[in-house]
C-alpha cells in the first residue's frame, strides 16, 4: 500500500464522520420539532462511530505501511474509548432531559450507538498487533501464538468487549420494550438493531485475536461469519415485521431504521468474511469482497431517497429517511477498512 491510497483510506472515515456530524447539526438548526430533534442527534452520534472506524483503519495501516509506533497503539484505540464513551454520556443526559418522548428516544439510541464505537474501537484495541497475522499463519496451526502476540488475558479480555456491550444493549432495549408505549417501542427495538451490531463486532474482534494468536480453526472459519449473518438476517426481518405487522405510523422509523442496521451487519460480514477466508489459504476473489459494504451503502441512500419522497406526504417518514442517510455512510466507511484489510491480508 503506498502514502497515497492510505491517506485516502484513512480520510474515509474522517469525511463519512464530517457528513455525520455536519448533517445533524444542520438538521437540528431547522424547525424545533421532534422529528428534527431525533434526526439530528442519532446523526451527530453516528459520528462516534465514524470516528471509531478511522482508529482502526489507522491502527492497520501504520502497521502496513511501517509507521506505527508504540505511542500509536496506545493513542488510537484509546481516543476511540474516549469518544464512545462522551456518546454514551451524552445519551444518558438526554434520555434523562426534560422527560419528552424524543429525549428518550435520541437518548436511549445515542447510548446504542456509543456501545456499537466501544465495539469498533475494540476492534482497534486488537489490531493492534494486525501485522502478527501473517507471522502466525508461517507456523503450525495451533501451535502457540508468535512472539509479541495478545497474552490470553488481554485477547479474553478485547473479545469481552463487545459482548459485554450487546448484553448492555439488549438488556436496556427489554427494559424499554416493557413499557409498553410509543417511545419506549421506538428506542428499544432501534436499540435491540445496535446490539446486534455489537453482535456482529464479537465475530470481529474475536476472528482478529484468533488469528494474532494462531488459535483460529478452519472449524470457526465460517462460525463467526454465521454469527454476523444471522444478526443482519433478525436485524432485516424485524424491521419487516415491525413495518407490516400494524399500520401505527410510529412504528415506520424503527422497522426503516432496523433494515438500515442490518445492511452494516452485512457490511460487517465483509470483514469477517474476508479474515475467514484468507486465512492459511489464497482465495482469488478476496479484492471483490470491499464491493458488499459500497453495495450496503448504496442500498441505505437509495432507500433514504424513496423515504424523503414519502416524507413529502407523511411526516412519519422524515426520521427514518435522515437517519438512514448516516448509515449509508458508516457503511461506506466500512468499505475503507474492508480494503485495509484486503490489502494487508494480501501483502
Known sequence: MNHTVSVIFRAIPLLMGAVCLSYGLYILAGPKDADHFVAGHVNVGLTAICYALFTTAATIIRQLIDRYGRVWGIILPLSGYVVAAAAVIWGIVLANREGTAENLTAGFVVIGVGFVSACVSTVAAASTKFSLIQSAQLLEPRSGPPEGAHSRTIGAVLTAVPVVAAIAGFSLAIGLLVRGDAPGFVAGHVLIGLSAICTSLIA?????????????????????????????????????????????PYRLAPGCVLIGLGLICFSILSKVLLLALVWRRTFELANRIPLMPIGTALTCLFFAAFLF??????????????VLVGLGAVCFTLFSIVSILEAGTSE
Open 204 to 248: 470481529l474482534v474475536a476472528s482478529i485475536v484468533r488469528q494474532v494468536r494462531n488459535e483460529f480453526g478452519d472449524g470457526e472459519r465460517f462460525a463467526w461469519a454465521g454469527l454476523v449473518a444471522a444478526a443482519g438476517t433478525v436485524n432485516l426481518l424485524l424491521g419487516l415485521f415491525v413495518l407490516f405487522s400494524s399500520d401505527e
Open 309 to 322: 419522497e414519502a416524507a413529502g406526504t407523511d411526516p412519519a417518514f422524515f426520521v427514518p429517511a435522515h
